[in-house]
């Protein structure tokens, strides 16, 4: 069975930084590209980034480019998520996410809520 | 890619049989998924690639269309279905979603 588990949420000011990380088990971590997808209080879902298996392929939402940035460690099945100058706007559950080949996401972490507010 | 997705929101009873569009601004194949969604809940994916059913979900659930209007279609609603329905562009990046169908007991 599939399993994500995403953590390092929190409350952090403008500006500041967050890391999210994501625990996987139960598939072969590496053979899967990985995503994040967000959603804001009451609001609908945005996607935000997606990684390759490998790691050398990476994807961004224009929302986030140039702030966040993914990255994955396959020794460890442990998806991140670094969060850099972080806005109010970006204040939202963010869920970890399986990726097939074609973009689908087919497993869901139960999310991680984050929190940007002075 | 911009999706929309009607109507916003939809009224319905046990048993009726309830349809949710989905429009692409551009082209996209057969790159569309449906999920769907309960309050205080992670999304689950119904129908990936327009049509094909994800493992495990009623086949009172149906997908089709393709290039830019695709459409959901829940044949006999059962009391586990009212949720919120989304459609997700899947052709290109950015990755976008429709902006939700919530289904409500009439």
């Known amino acids: 069975e599939v399993q994500l588990w995403e953590s390092g949420g929190g409350l952090v000011q403008p500006g500041g930084s967050l890391r999210l990380s994501c625990a996987a088990s139960?598939?072969?971590?590496?053979?899967?590209?990985m995503g994040w997808v967000r959603q804001a209080p009451g609001k609908g879902l945005e996607w935000v980034s997606s990684i390759t298996g490998g790691g050398g392929g990476t994807y961004y939402a224009d929302s986030v480019k140039g702030r966040f940035t993914i990255s994955r460690d396959n020794s460890k099945n442990t998806l991140y998520l670094q969060m850099n100058s972080l806005r109010a706007e970006d204040t939202a559950v963010y869920f970890c996410?399986?990726?097939?080949?074609?973009?689908?996401?087919?497993?869901w972490g139960q999310g991680t809520l984050v929190t940007v507010s002075s | 890619i911009q999706m929309t997705q009607s109507p916003s929101s939809v009224s319905a009873s046990v048993g009726d049989r309830v349809t949710i569009t989905c429009r692409a601004s551009?082209?996209?194949?057969?790159?569309l998924a449906w999920y769907q969604q309960k309050p205080g809940k992670a999304p689950k994916l119904l129908i990936y690639?327009?049509?094909s059913l994800q493992v495990g979900v009623p086949s009172r659930f149906s997908g089709s269309g393709s290039g830019t209007d695709f459409t959901l279609t829940i044949s006999s609603l059962q009391p586990e279905d009212f949720a919120t329905y989304f459609c997700q562009q899947a052709g290109s990046f950015p990755i976008t979603f429709g902006q939700g169908t919530r289904l409500e007991i009439k």
């Open positions: 139960g598939f072969t971590f590496s053979s899967y590209a």
């Open positions: 996410v399986t990726t097939g080949s074609e973009n689908y996401f087919a497993s």
């Open positions: 690639s327009e049509s």
């Open positions: 551009q082209g996209i194949g057969i790159w």
